[in-house]
């Protein structure tokens, strides 16, 4: 079974903060994203990763960055949280060809105040 | 611009009575469809998923159906149980695009006794 970890469930931040979520994967796949669910929104994807130290923009990648060192490992960086960027944070993972069937973590809930 | 589109934010259906989720898309580079399930505070899981060579995927009680010429596909739980109340968003990729899923904004099932 495919197992993505997520290091927090909860997490309460002050705006300005820089706030750390972190990722891991144990299934040796070369693909990570980088998610936040809104509702009304759907998933909307922000970063995502083919390679160790490789990285692509997604659709809503502003305000966050991130970084892939370990192929297992993948972290979402708010470099300055705002409150705006309250939300749950998804991570997930996928083999490099097909299918493409991508597999998520539990998530992050993240408060910003 | 919303590719993929839900358009029912929210379904109830019986329990045994059958269930069909709907899902447009209108990206006719799109070649692979998946199904996700979320229950509230954990992550998508992996429903089903179709191939656009294919119009039809079956697996118990989940079949997916693609109508490529009207960009829809649609999914059917029959029979509903109450175990099956969730949100679900329909997925949507393109060859070349790196697994990248472009996900609906989800329908909330409720299977009701």
């Known amino acids: 079974d495919v197992k993505v970890t997520q290091s927090s469930r909860y997490l309460v931040k002050r705006t300005g903060e820089k706030v750390f979520l972190e990722c891991v994967q144990d299934?040796?796949?070369?693909?990570m994203f980088w998610y936040r669910q809104d509702p009304g929104l759907g998933l909307r994807l922000i970063y995502f990763?083919?390679?160790?130290?490789?990285?692509e923009k997604g659709d809503i990648p502003e305000g966050y960055s991130v970084s892939r060192e370990k192929k297992e490992r993948f972290s979402l960086i708010l470099e300055s949280a705002s409150t705006n960027q309250t939300s749950m944070y998804l991570c997930a993972s996928s083999l490099g060809g097909p299918p493409k069937t991508q597999y998520f973590g539990p998530g992050t809930r993240l408060l910003v105040l | 611009d919303q590719q993929v589109k839900q358009n029912s934010p929210s379904l109830s259906v019986q329990e045994g009575r059958i269930s069909i989720l709907n899902c447009d898309y209108t990206?006719?580079?799109?070649?692979?469809f998946l199904w996700y399930k979320k229950y509230p505070a954990e992550g998508p899981t992996f429903l089903i998923s179709?191939?656009?060579?294919?119009d039809k995927n079956e697996d118990g009680r989940f079949t997916v159906f693609l109508n490529k010429s009207a960009k829809h596909l649609s999914l059917h739980i029959v029979p509903s149980q109450p175990g099956d109340s969730a949100v679900y968003f329909c997925?949507?990729?393109?060859?070349?695009?790196?697994?990248?899923?472009?996900f609906g904004t989800g329908t909330r099932l409720q299977v009701t006794l």
């Open positions: 179709i191939s656009s060579i294919k």
């Open positions: 299934m040796d796949h070369e693909n």
């Open positions: 990763s083919y390679d160790v130290k490789m990285k």
């Open positions: 997925a949507a990729s393109a060859s070349g695009t790196a697994s990248k899923l472009t």
């Open positions: 990206n006719s580079m799109f070649d692979y």
